[in-house]
């Protein structure tokens, strides 16, 4: 048994020290045309990758391929739709707080049909948002969805710029509503009250500055700060700024409020914001105190569709008439030919609102004369009713 093992390990150290040249014939030869065989092979594979390299070196690179899609770098186009809501903005709207009891939450939650509806609207709302077209246009059942990242992305094609700004105000007659959204202001006590959007902006002209981050607010503020747009401030310091409504129709036009709203629907960051309203307070002024909002909560994918929100890291200006609706709006830098199209937008809601004025104080002065006039009468007739006249009396008689 030993000397069978000894046997074996001098087989096997012969085996492992054995040269080359002590291997068969047979096995030298095929290891050698498998060798060989690899070498031509690797040969030609090498000829044919020079050769296509050498062709498509020799090929022309001006004008023969044309670019993809997603390598050309998308130009905004002007903006081509009213934005806003179909109906007026009411107090206590898009508050964020679901009033359904905790039975029909679940009962909704468990309903098929229910959740097919709302990945329709999410779809519809995605896709309006990206074609820049209205909610009414679309009529697609197919579901996508939204990158995270691709509001990041989206950023390095004209730094997030939607879309341009219209040259001309949108007509009154086609404009839709700016939306109601609450939140707390720089003037709010306590802070944790809310407070609506609506009754600041009703009833004046209003500069709506939208955004939810220090990057979105420095773009809007291209269209709205002293440094960035000197020929707007010039504008709102012409005109007084009480808050009484004239109603003289020869009284000035009372100047346009700046109104800021800062949506950040995340919970952290909101609470970050919360904790430096004292420097948010040093930073504002304090007669626009009660018109900076933080908005948490209401600011839906419906809404930001309705508003043309493509990207929601990028600033939103809106120019809003005393009745709420959204007669011009911008996005993303503001270029010089929107910062002249923004004042004159300003100056021209100004003489529409005296002439309103105006033709408002003379129905209210029409509406006057006709009460009296219509009194008189009535005081005419009853005089005839109470004392006929002498014929009558002696005819009766």
């Not at 959007?197 to 939208?210: A, K, Q, Y």
């Not at 309103?356 to 009713?385: F, G, H, M, P, S």
Request: aromatic share 6%; net charge positive; with cysteine.
């Amino acid at each position: 048994m030993r000397s069978s093992r000894i046997l074996f390990g001098n087989w096997i150290l012969r085996s492992a020290l054995t040269p080359p040249k002590t291997i068969c014939v047979f096995c030298r030869h095929r290891r050698t045309l498998h060798a060989s065989a690899l070498n031509a092979a690797n040969q030609g594979s090498s000829a044919r990758s020079s050769t296509a390299l050498a062709q498509k070196s020799s090929e022309p690179t001006s004008g023969t391929k044309p670019s993809s899609s997603a390598d050309a770098d998308p130009v905004p186009k002007p903006l081509t739709r009213p934005l806003g809501v179909p109906s007026p903005p009411k107090e206590g709207e898009n508050s964020g707080i679901d009033p359904r009891p905790w039975r029909q939450r679940r009962d909704d939650f468990f309903n098929y049909d229910k959740h097919l509806e709302r990945r329709k609207q999410l779809f519809v709302s995605t896709l309006s948002i990206g074609r820049n077209l209205p909610l009414t246009a679309l009529k697609s059942t197919t579901t996508i969805s939204k990158p995270y990242f691709r509001d990041w992305t989206s950023m390095r094609h004209s730094k997030g710029k939607s879309f341009l700004s219209p040259k001309t105000l949108i007509r009154a007659a086609s404009a839709l509503y700016f939306p109601n959204l609450q939140g707390i202001t720089l003037l709010t006590d306590p802070p944790s009250s809310l407070m609506d959007t609506t009754p600041t902006i009703e009833g004046r002209v209003s500069i709506l500055s939208l955004y939810s981050s220090t990057w979105a607010e420095r773009q809007a503020a291209t269209f709205t700060s002293p440094a960035q747009n000197p020929a707007l401030h010039d504008l709102l310091g012409s005109l007084p700024s009480s808050t009484n409504r004239p109603t003289h129709p020869e009284a000035p036009s009372r100047s346009p409020q700046l109104v800021s709203l800062n949506v950040e629907p995340n919970n952290f960051k909101a609470l970050l914001i919360r904790l430096f309203l004292g420097s948010l307070r040093r930073q504002t002024p304090p007669d626009r105190w009660d018109k900076y909002f933080i908005v948490r909560r209401g600011f839906s994918e419906e809404l930001m569709a309705a508003l043309g929100v493509a990207n929601s890291k990028v600033g939103y200006v809106y120019l809003v008439d005393g009745e709420c609706r959204v007669r011009w709006a911008g996005s993303g830098n503001a270029e010089e030919a929107e910062k002249d199209a923004l004042v004159k937008g300003v100056r021209k809601l100004l003489v529409e609102e005296a002439e309103e004025r105006r033709r408002r104080v003379d129905d209210e002065k029409k509406a006057k004369i006709q009460e009296v006039l219509q009194a008189e009468e009535e005081q005419n007739d009853r005089k005839a009713t109470t004392n006929p006249p002498a014929a009558v009396a002696a005819v009766a008689s």
